[in-house]
């Protein structure tokens, strides 16, 4: 079956900081693969997605690569912002089928401090 | 456009009550999802709907019931409330496809003593 392992956390950084939070999959086929945010007390948001391998998703500062070969799309960020401080999550989603679900990681707390 | 919206954000039942958490959108999706978000679970879908009139299984299904009378409504239902149902619970909706993005409401918390 599909699964999706995320870094656990909490991860906390200093302002202006690099931010890498590991993600790996294991899946059949070709899936697709999201990161989604969930601010303090808010639903979750997507942040970005890549579609097929070598395939770079960004958005808002943060970009993931799909590799194919490694399994991974980490989530990357050059400088963090005391105002990305949420819950990151790692999904996926198969290709074909007929209900297009999401298998989301346990999620990875991220506090940015001023 | 409102979007995603979930009633109530915030409920307290007694063990062995029952409620119904409804979930509406105004985007014209055909699929709809519950969702329950555990510490350190992540999400898990508990059912789905492809269309109106009809609802699956996911992953943790069991002690809910769903339906899906009209497109846009998505109801969850807990027949009988056991503390194990503590929880967040989410639901979103997306089109149909692979262009189908995931769009989720802000959440009801739910506990059950």
């Known amino acids: 079956g599909n699964s999706v392992t995320q870094m656990e956390g909490p991860v906390t950084l200093s302002e202006e900081a690099f931010l890498t939070i590991n993600c790996t999959y294991t899946a059949t086929g070709y899936p697709s693969l999201f990161w989604y945010v969930q601010y303090p007390g808010e639903g979750l948001q997507l942040l970005l997605k890549a579609t097929k391998a070598d395939d770079k998703g960004s958005n808002k500062g943060f970009e993931a690569t799909y590799r194919k070969e490694t399994t991974s799309f980490h989530l990357e960020k050059g400088s963090v912002q005391v105002s990305d401080s949420a819950v990151y999550f790692c999904?996926?989603?198969?290709?074909?089928?007929?209900?297009?679900?999401?298998?989301f990681g346990k999620g990875t707390l991220l506090t940015v401090n001023p | 456009n409102a979007g995603v919206t979930q009633t109530p954000k915030f409920r307290v039942l007694k063990t062995g009550q029952s409620m119904t958490l409804l979930c509406a959108q105004d985007m014209n999706h055909e699929y709809m999802y519950w969702y329950r978000q555990d510490p350190g679970m992540g999400l898990r879908l508990i059912h789905y709907s492809v269309g109106e009139g009809t609802t699956a299984k996911g992953e943790v299904p069991d002690g809910y019931n769903v339906s899906r009378l009209k497109k846009q409504n998505f109801l969850l239902g807990l027949e009988s409330a056991a503390p194990s149902q503590t929880s967040v619970y989410f639901c979103?909706?997306?089109?149909?496809?692979?262009?189908?993005?995931?769009?989720f409401g802000p959440g009801t918390r739910l506990l059950v003593l």
């Open positions: 979103a909706s997306s089109y149909q496809g692979e262009r189908g993005t995931q769009y």
């Open positions: 999904a996926l989603r198969n290709s074909g089928g007929s209900n297009y679900k999401l298998t």
